[in-house]
């Protein structure tokens, strides 16, 4: 079946420094794929999202490329701040039969200090 | 519109109690889903509705759970003779007409304690 896989955390960084976390999927079909931040407190929001290989999803300073050759979409932030620590998830939408659940990976928690 | 809502937000009942849990999806979206996460964990699926058809259910979903959709708008979702490990926050998501990208967009999830 498919699956996610994110690294662990927590990831620590102090502020303005360069974010990566790393996101490998599984999937038997052609995913749409997606990245969730949850701060704390509040409940899960769309970060950014790819639909075909090679696709750039971008949005507040975040990117991510699908990149189906290493099956990855990995999240990347040039200059973090301390208002991003937050819990980050990678998800997939398997399109293959009319494209319904989501499936997440664990999360993996930020935390940006000063 | 503000987004997808559920109610109640938190829910602490004893062991062997049923629970009713509401979420109103975001007006002009036909496809609604149920997620439950633990603590630590991603959120994982239990069932979908396009309007008020259940397409697929999770083999997560016991036969103590329920979901329904009456009328294609807001769903419930029925947990019976509540056990502790039914403990987990209990996710709403709601999906545009016709996306080609199938995202979804949350609600805010009820806390669900069972003690």
């Known amino acids: 079946g498919d699956s996610v896989t994110q690294m662990e955390g927590p990831v620590t960084l102090s502020e303005e420094a360069f974010l990566t976390i790393n996101c490998t999927y599984t999937?038997?079909?052609?995913?749409?794929l997606f990245w969730y931040v949850q701060y704390p407190g509040e409940g899960l929001q769309l970060l950014l999202k790819?639909?075909?290989?090679?696709d750039k999803g971008s949005n507040k300073g975040f990117e991510a490329t699908y990149r189906k050759e290493t099956t990855s979409f990995h999240l990347e932030k040039g200059s973090v701040q301390v208002s991003d620590s937050a819990v980050y998830f990678c998800a997939l939408s398997d399109r293959t039969g009319g494209g319904n659940k989501l499936t997440f990976g664990t999360g993996t928690q930020l935390k940006v200090e000063l | 519109d503000t987004g997808v809502s559920q109610n109640p937000r938190h829910k602490i009942t004893k062991r062997g109690q049923n629970v009713t849990f509401r979420c109103d999806p975001i007006?002009?979206?036909?496809?609604l889903y149920w997620y439950r996460q633990t603590l630590g964990q991603g959120p994982e699926f239990l069932t979908y509705?396009?309007?008020?058809?259940?397409?697929?259910k999770s083999r997560l979903l016991s036969d103590r759970f329920s979901a329904e959709r009456p009328k294609g708008s807001f769903s419930t979702l029925e947990i019976q003779r509540t056990e502790q490990g039914d403990s987990a926050m209990y996710l709403c998501?709601?999906?545009?007409?016709?996306?080609?990208?199938?995202?979804?967009?949350f609600g805010p999830g009820t806390r669900l304690t069972v003690t």
């Open positions: 509705f396009q309007n008020e058809a259940q397409l697929e």
């Open positions: 999937a038997t079909g052609y995913p749409s």
């Open positions: 790819a639909t075909k290989a090679d």
């Open positions: 007006s002009e979206h036909n496809r």
């Open positions: 998501a709601s999906s545009p007409i016709g996306s080609l990208s199938y995202e979804q967009y």
